[in-house]
Structures are given as structure tokens and as C-alpha cells.
């Protein structure tokens, strides 16, 4: 083996580097983008609408072939040879759970992705109860998901990107639409989890509270990567890239997760 070349062991989670794309009609979305995201990090990916995080995100598993640069996944690049792999190792909740359940009922839901990898009969069965009990859903394995709630189904999808035991898990606003009760379950079942987490979110207070390290992208670059009470304590910077804090909430004061 390439001395040169780290090994899956050691590799980060996440190396993006140099990543550059423009949309077919020529609208340019990144521009050089570098990210490392080390073995068990939890870091929220802020930016403002069109800053192109969900553009990165897409790259992510492969969804978007890079225009230029190169994507990794603990060591692995994202090319299309290694698809079926990368998207084994890639677990992306998308913003709507509508996107990804597509099945009779949760349990197949949740199923499908471990399926198509292959696994069968109990091994599968005992995958997929661990994912549902992972997000408190293993009640509802029999239920047909359009009758769930949103929050509900929020849970389901990321169920689904549990069962397939992921390097990295990508979440889209994890948090939009759910109640303040489901958002903080929520908040607890991340934080129960010994994954890799990247978590594109507007929800200022919820990167605090789930993520010690946050990046700002704008205008297609990473133009802030620090601790995510620093970031948001600098105001200028914060004004700067159109994220501003709920009325009267002082990172100063807020919770800080352990890393
Ligand atoms: N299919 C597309 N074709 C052309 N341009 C696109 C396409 N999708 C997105 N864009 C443009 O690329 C830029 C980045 O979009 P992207 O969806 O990545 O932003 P975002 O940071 O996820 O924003 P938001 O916070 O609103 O979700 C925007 O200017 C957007 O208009
Ligand atoms: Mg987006």
C-alpha cells in the first residue's frame, strides 16, 4: 500500500479539498471549498440561503460529481467507481423525510439501504430494530410511514441512514419544522450516537448545543471554521454572513456540548 496514502483507520471522516462546481446552466455554487472533519466530530456547516451547503452536501455521496477538487470518506475518494461503498459509509438526512421514505411501511423503510447491502434475514431484522430503537421508533416498525407525523418520519430517515452504519452522518436542517419537544429528542438521540456528524442548520442554538466546532460557508468558501461559541460571539463575522441569533439568546450563556 501507497505509504502516502492514509489508511481507512486513520483517516478522517470527511476531507474536502479544493472542491469547486458550477450548476449545468453555469451558476457557479462552490468555489474551492476545504473541510476536514475528524473521526467522531460533530461540526454544524452554518451559512446563509444560496451559500451553497446544500450544493456541498450533494457531493457528499456522490449525488454531484465534483466540477474540480476531491471529496474523501475516511480515506475513501468519491468517485463513481466507489459509489456503492460511499454511499454505504455516507448517511445524508435529507430536509424533507418525504425524499427518502418511499416504502409500505418503517420497518422496509428502514430496511431497504442494509438490504441492498446485501444483509438478510435476522441479521437484517436485528439492524433494523436497532436503528428504530436508536430513534425511539421501534413501535411503529408495522406502521405505513405517510401515517406518521413529520417528526415522526423526521426519526424514521434517520433511522434508515442508521441502519447502514455510516462513517458520517449529514444532516439538513435537522431541526426545521419539529416541535420543541421532537427538536430536543432529537438533540438527545445525536448526541447518544458515536458518529461522525455534519449538520447543516439555521437553528443557531441547536449547532451550539450539539456542536463544540462550527464552519460558516459563504458565498461558495469556508470563511469562518472555529468553536462554535467563538464563531458566534463574534458579531462583526456574524453579521457579515447574515446569521444572526434568536432575540435575547447569548451563546456567552449557553450550554456547551462536550466535544
Ligand atoms: N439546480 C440548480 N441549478 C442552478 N443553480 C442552482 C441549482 N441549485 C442551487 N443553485 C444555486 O446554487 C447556489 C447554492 O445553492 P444551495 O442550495 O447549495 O444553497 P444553500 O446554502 O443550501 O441555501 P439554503 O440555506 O437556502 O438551503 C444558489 O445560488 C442557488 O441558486
Ligand atoms: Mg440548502
Known sequence: MDPVTSSPDD???LEVSGLAYAYPDGHQALFGVNLTVG???RVALLGPNGAGKTTLVLHLNGILDAGSGTVRVAGLPVAKRNLAEIRRRVGIVFQDPDDQLFMPTVREDVAFGPASAGL???ELEERV??????????????RPPHHLSFG????????????????????DEPSSNL?????RELADILRSLDVTVLMVTHDLPYALELCPRAVILSEGVIAADDRTR???CDGKL??????????GFDPRSAGVPSA
Open 179 to 183: 416541535d420543541p419537544a421532537s427538536r
Open 39 to 41: 473521526r467522531g466530530e
Open 129 to 142: 430494530l436497532r436503528a428504530l430503537k436508536q430513534v425511539g421508533m421501534e413501535e411503529y416498525a408495522a
Open 238 to 247: 456574524m453579521r457579515s454572513h447574515r446569521l444572526e441569533l434568536p432575540f
Open 152 to 171: 415522526q418520519r423526521r426519526r424514521v430517515a434517520v433511522a434508515t441512514v442508521l441502519a447502514m452504519e455510516p462513517e458520517i452522518l449529514v444532516l
Open 120 to 122: 438478510r434475514g435476522p
Open 11 to 13: 483517516a478522517p471522516s
Open 230 to 232: 467563538d464563531l458566534m
